[in-house]
């Protein structure tokens, strides 16, 4: 049962933007922490963003005023709008419920240079 479906990924030019998409169950939504964490090819997954419940946001330093997490409560998804896209942010992108530790099925984002 996928509890945790991400979309929005695709193929970009580096400086380009994509807005990926998390949609949850509406009680997995309200009681976890959400994040989202991506892994590239022969690298181990990281974390890219989380926010709490309460709307408070987390940033790996590598994203920080590129990538912007945010939640909506009323459609019980988390939203990764990604900015300035470099060829190095090409990774599989993974939503995570942080509490009850679940993972989506990721989407891919791939950027050319």
């Known amino acids: 049962q996928v509890q945790l479906v991400e979309s929005g990924g695709g193929s970009v030019q580096a400086g380009g933007s994509l807005r990926l998409s998390c949609a949850a169950s509406r009680s997995i939504f309200s009681r976890n922490a959400l994040g989202w964490y991506r892994q590239a090819p022969g690298k181990p997954r990281e974390l890219v963003a989380t926010?709490?419940?309460?709307?408070?946001?987390n940033y790996a330093g590598s994203v920080k005023g590129r990538f912007s997490i945010s939640r909506d409560n009323a459609k019980n998804t988390v939203y990764l709008q990604i900015n300035s896209l470099k060829p190095e942010d090409t990774a599989v992108y993974f939503c995570?419920?942080?509490?009850?530790?679940?993972w989506g099925q990721g989407t891919q984002v791939t950027v050319s240079s």
């Open positions: 926010i709490s419940i309460g709307g408070f946001t």
């Open positions: 995570r419920a942080l509490g009850d530790d679940l």
